[in-house]
């Protein structure tokens, strides 16, 4: 007999070992935090989303170096850059020490004049070509004129200025000693686009680290203090905080879980045993997320396996019924029936979040849904098995059973306490949500604070307002965003923004380059106005004769494409303004220091253009996690009606079925109130809790309204019934106690919730004869 | 130093009465006796892009220890102002007026240096941007400036400051490509 126990117990053991394996080695894991969050809205919301997740602006890292002495941070902040060149996981870095390299100024230089945005029809005129020449003999005389002398003979009206002033940003960086630095000279900026995407954690862990190894190496000194910021920088920062605060928190939580289960049933052989069941679930689990989704989220992983805490519940059930008496088949036969609906009742609850068009949700409702099955299929056929015969726990707390029943004889305190929640909940106006999504960021405020302070001195665009633009083609697009320009200009006038960027800025539309090519004169007409507007003028004859060419050149020049600035920085920020998917074109305009969105919002719809939308990012994300939050609820109601047929189904009664399902109830709203009472605003977490807490519940009401066969039994059932509370309390407890909302919000809520459940359950149980159990 | 010249309004200084060989420290220490005064130039800019020099006339200003004007009368009016971190250039007749910030453009704060550097005598700051060489003696001398730093050097080559005694007499900016600009103080124009 031993000799089977022991083979069988190895056989389990290797098999749990063998899939454990098998899941972590065949079911990838990913880290994209963004395939978490629902894509919602319509399709140009859809698409601009996905660009600011994938696209350049989650991929900017901005950089501090901060310091005392701002010429050694102009020094470190050009080894730097050069390290950024070379090392070629930046498609861009910039730190204000040469806007556009040499070849970019000559191709910009080479078209200027279909470029300059102030061309007209009379820039070629004789008057002002004079006066272009007369401004030009005064540069030539001013002490600035080694600044403003270059490029006199080739373009004397200053065509290549005007461009260079539109294409850097007017209200740029402070420059110092050549580089960025932020206006109290504190801190030397730079700027760089990664290769890898911005949500990718992985690869943009590994980018940062390598940068700051680099600095390392450069400031060797260490008196120059490295800091980086950016939506990348948040990703990775996060998960490595929420990795951090999983393992810790699981290690204590689960030495506290084990410790408790042997003291409350003295056997270490039983701990063991409890483990089997979660274990499986978990491996099944992974497994089935794997085959559906080909792959499984880091953070769907973590979550599924706190809510897995119910499947702890089952074995215990088996293992406190034991009494080396009865064979644990027997036992476990006995009080199958109401585990199975237990266990039913639980994964239509958790089904909820399976049809919700939350990606993250759905991963996590399947999980869930697969391992709680497992886990009762587990302790239903294979734990019997694997107990030891004539093995029966040593503790059997009747004393606590005791208590217990002392406790429900009040059985009016539940109605009371949920008539004083609801109260609460009234008073407070029902206003539960947190309707922000920026307070389910693990990102600390301080971080947000320094980010939007980098923004500001590096005139980077916020990751928030931008104005879109629908064609279907390039040119429509572009041709659009230009007759936008004077709209735009008029609501910075208005101090509504500070400023904005277009692709048309720097890739003007090819209606636009051939009109001023149109105002480009012919050879003979420029030659003899030019020869006038030079008379008189002490300039060397043939002096300006590459300017004569280059208007010639000009004149026949193909409109300047996309293709030719390939390469280039201005090619790359254009990419990351300009978007096609499946031949349409989208035109982005961000805009900077929008302080009044909605007012933004009502001039563009006052503009009338059904191709331009404004969309504010925060709020469009706040919005989508809204209307999912309310789909949630619906799909949870509807649960809910499945739970109360399927208990109906298995009960068939219906006080029956309210017995289970009132205290469910009351517990919810007890623990609503707790939440808000404790200064928690509900989220999707809180939601998805709730659902852990409904399953919980209803293990407890079912198993506390059952016919028990013998007071022995029922005793040692509801002691099973406290120590289940009692680990979920361990648990989600030290959850609790992390400086992560989302685990803080799952933990105060499962903790609070368990408890309150099997109070509720308690005390609204049908009356059994306690006399019994009381000699 | 300026005012040395407008009518010897700084009385020479009998210390240095000797024909020995000037340092630099002695010139600027006998430099910095400026005070607010005024005076007025006339200056040559010569180009290879042109035939003949263009000639400007005008007056310099000096507030120390940070306010300098160049502002040109003749032929057309322009003016520059130099106020402690801000250089403001003005041409009233095109309307044209530019202000910008000598720290973001840290060349042209060094080339502007130069000038405030000689007027109050101030050497470390000179020294900082600038090789100094003095030539001549007392009663004559001329002093080059060559900039260290090869972004400011892509603006000037070499200014030069000519001189007699406590003052300055004529400066020259010779830049990188061969074009230069010679002014001359002469009397305030009227």
């Not at chain 1, 899939?19 to 990913?30: H, I, M, R, S, Y």
């Not at chain 1, 698409?47 to 901060?66: H, N, P």
């Not at chain 1, 979660?278 to 769907?300: D, E, H, Q, R, S």
């Not at chain 1, 585990?339 to 409702?365: D, K, N």
Request: charged letters at 20%; glycine letters at 8%.
């Amino acid at each position: 007999m031993i000799g089977q126990l022991a083979g069988r117990s190895l056989l389990c053991g290797s098999v749990i070992a063998l899939g454990l394996w098998f899941a972590v080695a065949t079911v990838p894991v990913d880290t994209d935090l963004s395939r978490l969050l629902p894509e919602g809205g319509d399709a140009t919301q859809r698409w601009v989303l996905d660009q600011l997740r994938r696209g350049s602006t989650a991929r900017l890292l901005l950089i501090a170096l901060e310091g005392r002495d701002p010429e050694r941070l102009a020094e470190q902040s050009g080894t730097l850059l050069r390290w950024m060149h070379e090392s070629r996981v930046f498609r861009y870095a910039a730190n204000g020490s040469e806007l556009l390299s040499q070849s970019e100024r000559e191709r910009l230089f080479r078209y200027r004049y279909m470029l300059s945005p102030v061309l007209g029809p009379d820039t070629f005129s004789r008057e002002h070509l004079r006066a272009a020449l007369e401004a030009r003999l005064q540069d030539l005389a001013s002490p600035l004129a080694a600044a403003l002398k270059s490029s006199i003979d080739a373009d004397p009206t200053g065509e290549f200025r005007s461009l260079l002033a539109r294409i850097t940003p007017w209200r740029g960086p402070t420059r110092h000693l050549g580089v960025w630095f932020s206006p109290d000279l504190k801190r030397a900026l730079l700027l760089g686009e990664t290769q890898a995407q911005g949500f990718d954690a992985d690869a943009q862990s590994v980018v940062q680290a390598a940068l700051r190894q680099a600095f390392e190496r450069i400031d060797a000194t260490r008196t120059t203090r490295l800091v980086l910021s950016g939506p990348a920088v948040f990703s990775v920062e996060a998960r490595e905080t929420i990795q951090a605060e999983v393992w810790r928190l699981g290690l204590v939580a689960t030495a506290m879980v084990l410790f408790f289960l042997y003291a409350s049933y003295g056997s270490a052989r039983l701990v063991a045993l409890s483990a089997v069941p979660i274990l499986c679930g978990a491996v099944v689990a992974t497994l089935g997320v794997g085959l559906v989704y080909g792959g499984i989220n880091g953070i769907t992983l973590a979550f599924g396996i706190t809510l897995l805490g119910v499947v702890n519940d089952y074995p215990i059930h088996l293992l406190s019924q034991l009494d080396g008496r009865t064979a644990p088949s027997a036992c476990i036969a006995a009080i199958w029936p109401t585990m199975c609906l237990a266990v039913l009742t639980t994964a239509l609850g958790f089904s909820a979040m399976l049809f919700t068009g939350f990606p993250g949700l759905s991963q996590l409702g399947l999980f869930a849904i697969l391992g709680v099955v497992t886990g009762a299929a587990v302790t239903r056929f294979c734990l019997p098995r694997l107990v030891p015969p004539g093995f029966a726990p040593t503790r059997l707390g009747f004393r606590l059973v005791r208590l217990l029943d002392a406790v429900a004889r009040a059985r009016s305190i539940v109605p009371l306490a949920v008539l004083a929640a609801l109260l609460v909940l009234w008073r407070s106006g029902w206003a539960v949500w947190a309707d922000d999504i920026a307070d389910l960021s693990p990102v600390p405020r301080e971080q947000q604070r320094l980010d939007q302070e980098l923004r500001d001195a590096l005139g980077a665009p916020d990751v928030r307002a931008v104005i879109a633009v629908e064609a279907a083609s390039r040119e429509a697009v572009l041709s659009s965003s230009e007759a936008l320009e004077p709209r735009l200009e008029s609501l910075v006038a208005r101090e509504m923004l500070t400023g904005y960027e277009m692709a048309a800025r720097y890739l003007p539309s090819q209606a636009t380059q051939r009109r001023r090519q149109g105002f480009l004169p012919g050879a003979e007409t420029l030659a003899r106005d030019f020869q006038w507007a030079l008379a008189g003028l002490p300039f060397k004859p043939g002096v300006f004769d590459p300017f004569l060419a280059a208007v010639a050149e000009a004149r026949t020049l193909p409109p300047l494409g996309r293709e030719a600035l390939s390469g280039t920085a201005i090619g790359l920020r254009i990419d990351s303004l300009l978007l096609e998917r499946g031949g349409r074109w989208l035109a982005l305009m961000p805009l900077r220091g929008v302080r009044d969105s909605a007012r933004v919002r009502a001039e563009v719809t006052s503009w009338q253009e059904p191709a331009a939308s404004f969309l504010d990012l925060k709020d469009e994300s706040n919005h989508i996690v809204v209307s999912f939050r309310d789909e949630m609820l619906r799909l949870v109601a509807l649960g809910v009606l499945a739970i109360g047929s399927v208990l109906f189904i298995g009960l068939r009664s219906v006080r029956a079925v309210l017995r289970v399902v009132v205290p469910i109830a009351s517990a919810l709203v007890l623990l609503t109130a707790l939440l808000h009472a404790m200064g928690e605003q509900l989220s999707l977490f809180h939601l998805a809790s709730f659902l852990l807490v409904v399953g919980l519940g209803l293990d407890y009401a079912l198993f506390f309204n059952r016919r028990h066969s013998t007071l022995e039994e029922r005793g040692r059932i509801l002691y099973g019934l406290c120590v289940c509370c009692g680990t979920t309390v361990l648990v989600f407890g030290a959850l609790a106690f992390s400086a992560l909302p989302v685990l803080r919000a799952i933990g105060l809520t499962a903790a609070l919730g368990s408890t309150s459940s099997l109070l509720c359950a308690a005390v609204l149980a049908r009356r059994n004869d306690a006399a019994g159990l009381l000699s | 130093m300026i005012g040395a010249l407008a009518g010897g309004m700084c009385g020479a200084n009998p210390v240095f009465a000797s024909e020995h060989a000037l340092a630099a420290e002695e010139l600027l220490i006998a430099l910095s006796k400026g005070r607010e005064t005024e005076v007025g130039f006339e200056e040559a800019s010569f180009s290879k892009l042109l035939t003949a020099p263009l000639v400007t006339r005008g007056v310099l200003r000096f507030s120390p220890p940070s306010r300098l004007e160049r502002h040109t009368l003749a032929p057309y009016e322009e003016r520059q102002v130099v106020d402690g971190d801000r250089i403001i250039h003005e041409r009233p007749a095109e309307g044209v007026r530019h202000v910008l910030s000598l720290t973001d453009h840290p060349e042209l704060r060094a080339f502007v240096e130069a000038f405030r550097g000689v007027l109050t005598g101030d050497l470390a700051t000179l020294r900082r941007s600038y090789e100094l060489t003095v030539e001549g003696t007392r009663r004559e001398w001329s002093m080059d400036l060559r900039p260290h730093d090869p972004a400011l050097g892509q603006l000037v080559a070499l200014i030069r400051f000519y001189g007699e005694n406590d003052g300055v007499t004529g400066i020259e900016v010779r830049a990188v490509d061969g074009d230069r600009s010679v002014m001359v103080m002469k009397e305030m124009p009227q």
